[in-house]
């Protein structure tokens, strides 16, 4: 605590005349004048990191939230963003504010439903001999997956539906076989 003497009110000249320095990010208050007396308090800025969209800056803050230096830095927060500080906390030296971005994104998988191949045996074809009858078609699967990124990671995945889309054709085929001896 300092104690000064002055008839101005002119807070700048009075910090100057004891040779007390403030820097940018220090919070100066005064309280006025009542009857001779009055108060200037300084609040020293002090260092914060904050991590915000992939980059970590240090910050020279005094007496803010979380909330003030995440709005002082023009940083919005979407309904999912996490922070890993209370927004109402007041920021202390040395803390480490990181916002993390939270997006749900939608997956969609494709796969392929083989066909099945199904003979029969006639004695119109010589043996080992096959004729197609109906070309098989391979089906189709399409599943849905709801993922969870954080910053850009994937952190969760969840299959949400799955439908065939497709259903696959069965190849038919002849087979010729050894006619039957009677």
Do not use: W
Not at 6 to 13: A, G, L, N
Not at 85 to 109: G, I, S, W
Not at 112 to 137: C, D, H, M, N, Y
Not at 139 to 166: F, I, N, P, W
Request: with cysteine; hydrophobic share 35%; glycine share 6%.
């Amino acid at each position: 605590v300092t104690l000064a003497y002055t008839m101005s009110d002119d807070v700048e000249d009075l910090l100057q005349k004891e040779g007390i320095e403030v820097s940018g990010s220090d919070v100066v208050e005064f309280s006025g004048f009542t009857s001779s007396t009055a108060e200037v308090e300084i609040k020293r800025a002090f260092p914060v990191k904050l991590t915000a969209d992939g980059e970590t800056r240090t910050l020279q803050v005094a007496d803010k939230t979380v909330a003030d230096l995440l709005q002082s830095e023009g940083i919005t927060l979407d309904g999912s963003d996490k922070v890993n500080l209370p927004m109402k906390r007041a920021l202390c030296e040395d803390d480490h504010v990181v916002v993390q971005r939270v997006d749900f994104t939608t997956r969609v998988e494709e796969r392929e439903i083989p066909f099945e191949t199904v003979a029969t045996k006639t004695s119109l074809l010589r043996p080992g001999q096959t004729k197609v009858l109906t070309p098989g078609q391979d089906g189709k699967e399409v599943t849905t997956y709801s993922q969870k990124l954080c910053d850009g990671q994937l952190q969760s995945e969840e299959e949400v539906s799955t439908r065939v889309v497709a259903e696959p054709v069965a190849q038919e085929v002849l087979v010729g076989a050894a006619a039957a001896v009677s």
